[in-house]
């Protein structure tokens, strides 16, 4: 079966690189963004240069990440996290790229240096000009007080949650760090991605053409499924959930 397949090549890599999308929080109640039900199913995304051209974005856009915070505030990892985290002390994951926001890995025990994010994080916040940062309790805080308007940065530049949006310029430090991850690994494990979004989806490609395995778990096909060397369609949780060590 694809699951002992999967065994096998854990078993017999020496540099494992997870990378990771939506598909592994789904089971920690975090809705992904393209399945049914998903985040962009319901709402269009605000692209960067609309957060930056009106008070009313930044305000809608602060309103929705509000909305959400009773769910990612009470989330824990999921098995396919804890399996990460295992195979992290193992030492045969150095380090996990993820395209998620929900700092979940780093709640699972990974180092919070060897979680590579790609697209930022969404449980805090920074100023967009001096890099300030900025807990999330104080800006809904002044947000209610303010007539639900967002706040500014005390240096007036405008303040976002600290993920990346469409438009906005990828994090040159974790690309770089990506990239390096890559190319030495022997085993690139994408898990819960729907490897759409770009320049993120070229990591899997890169691992490949630098002699790694590549391996892709998630529910739904991708367009890389053909030159994987092996895709499982299953549910993460119940895939990785045997790799899990206590
Ligand atoms: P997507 O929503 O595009 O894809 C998630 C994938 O996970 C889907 O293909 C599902 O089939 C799969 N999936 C969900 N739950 C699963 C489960 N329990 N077991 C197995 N598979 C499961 O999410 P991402 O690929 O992470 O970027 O999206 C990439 C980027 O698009 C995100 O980082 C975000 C978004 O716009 C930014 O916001 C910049």
Redesign the pocket.
């Known amino acids: 079966t694809a699951v002992a397949e999967l065994s096998e090549m854990i078993a017999e890599a020496e540099a494992i690189l997870p990378f990771?999308?939506?598909?592994?929080s789904?089971?920690c109640g975090i809705p992904?963004?393209?399945?049914p039900g998903?985040?962009?199913t319901k709402n269009r995304?605000i692209p960067f240069d609309e957060f930056l051209a009106s008070q009313d974005m930044r305000d809608e856009s602060w309103r929705r990440r509000f909305a959400i915070d009773a769910t990612f505030g009470a989330a824990r990892p999921g098995r396919g996290h804890s399996a990460l985290a295992s195979l992290y002390r193992s030492g045969k994951v150095p380090a996990v790229v993820t395209?998620?926001?929900d700092n979940l890995h780093q709640a699972s025990g990974i180092a919070p240096q060897d979680v590579v994010e790609?697209?930022?994080n969404t449980t805090y916040a920074l100023c967009l000009e001096c890099e300030r940062r900025y807990e999330l309790e104080w800006i809904k805080e002044q947000f209610d007080a303010n007539g639900q308007h967002a706040p500014d940065c005390t240096c007036g530049g405008f303040i976002k949650t600290a993920?990346?949006?469409?438009g906005q310029s990828m994090p040159a430090a974790a690309m770089q760090r990506a990239e390096d991850l890559t190319k030495r690994c022997d085993l690139f494990l994408a898990v819960?991605?729907?490897?759409?979004?770009w320049p993120?989806a070229g990591f899997p490609l890169m691992a490949k053409r630098n002699g790694a395995s590549l391996v892709i778990?998630?529910?739904?096909p991708?367009e890389f499924d053909e030159i994987a060397d092996l895709v499982v369609r299953?549910?993460?949780?119940d895939?990785l959930g045997p790799f899990i060590q206590h």
């Open positions: 990771t999308g939506a598909g592994i789904t089971e992904d963004f393209r399945s998903g985040l962009w995304p395209q998620n926001i790609l697209h930022g993920t990346v949006s469409f819960g991605s729907s490897l759409v979004v993120a778990i998630n529910r739904d991708t299953h549910d993460i949780g895939v």
